[in-house]
């Protein structure tokens, strides 16, 4: 087992969880509110991420984040910041593929929500934040749920963008499904063996757990 690797994608995980769920659930929520000319394009540059190759979508952020683009080479001369090969190029990376895994399950969560509701609340004298935090949050929270939970056990098994973006430098960017690579790469098959049963184990006991509480609150609503 090959825990650095593994340490190393939780992390991943756990952080692009942190920064993207506050981002998806407001992106979510407005796309089932909003409605406008240009939306149908909103929401397939949202998709991209899901129907791109993984190794086409990192590479054109590694031609946009590399020292040879010009936010590469502006951050780097400007503040000594490098957006490729650490754990900030994997972030980025991790930030951007999983957009369709977080915002398309809260957008759908909220389009379910009868638009009455809202408008029976801002009767009753809740203010807008009011009215999200108390009457739609909680009856999205199934959806939200659920995506959290796909948003951070994709993260563990993607493998083509972060290589890209990241390539596999032990303790830094190789995640645990670039250690299975490798090791398959090195005949080590008991190793990747291992690793991969731990990633399938813990993404079927994850994504059905998710599915499990978002069931129960849908009865107890």
């Given amino acids: 087992m090959d825990w650095q690797a593994l340490i190393l994608s939780l992390e991943l995980a756990a952080v692009t969880l942190l920064v993207l769920l506050p981002a998806g659930v407001w992106l979510g929520r407005w796309l089932a509110y909003t409605g406008f000319a240009g939306k149908a394009w909103i929401e397939a540059v949202v998709v991209l991420p899901l129907v791109l190759p993984p190794t086409v979508l990192g590479y054109y952020l590694l031609v946009a984040m590399g020292g040879a683009s010009p936010l590469g080479?502006?951050?780097?001369?400007?503040?000594?910041?490098?957006?490729?090969?650490?754990?900030?190029?994997?972030?980025?990376?991790?930030?951007?593929?999983?957009?369709?895994?977080?915002?398309?399950?809260?957008?759908?969560?909220?389009?379910?929500?009868?638009?009455?509701?809202?408008?029976?609340?801002?009767?009753?004298?809740?203010?807008?934040?009011?009215?999200?935090?108390?009457?739609?949050?909680?009856l999205a929270w199934p959806g939200v749920l659920s995506a959290s939970v796909l948003t951070f056990v994709h993260t563990l098994g993607e493998f083509g963008v972060v290589?890209?973006?990241?390539?596999?430098?032990?303790?830094?960017?190789?995640?645990?499904?670039?250690?299975?690579?490798?090791?398959?790469?090195?005949?080590?098959?008991?190793?990747?063996?291992?690793?991969?049963?731990?990633?399938?184990?813990?993404?079927l006991v994850a994504v059905g757990a998710s599915f499990f509480a978002s069931a129960r609150l849908a009865v107890r609503r």
């Fill in 73 to 138: 080479a502006w951050l780097a001369n400007t503040f000594g910041v490098q957006l490729t090969f650490n754990f900030l190029g994997l972030l980025i990376a991790s930030l951007i593929f999983n957009v369709p895994f977080l915002v398309q399950p809260v957008q759908r969560a909220f389009e379910a929500i009868p638009r009455d509701l809202a408008e029976a609340a801002a009767v009753s004298g809740l203010s807008g934040w009011q009215t999200f935090w108390r009457v739609e949050l909680p």
């Fill in 163 to 203: 290589l890209m973006v990241g390539g596999s430098i032990p303790g830094e960017t190789r995640t645990i499904a670039i250690s299975i690579y490798d090791k398959v790469q090195s005949f080590d098959l008991a190793g990747a063996n291992q690793m991969a049963l731990l990633l399938l184990v813990f993404s």
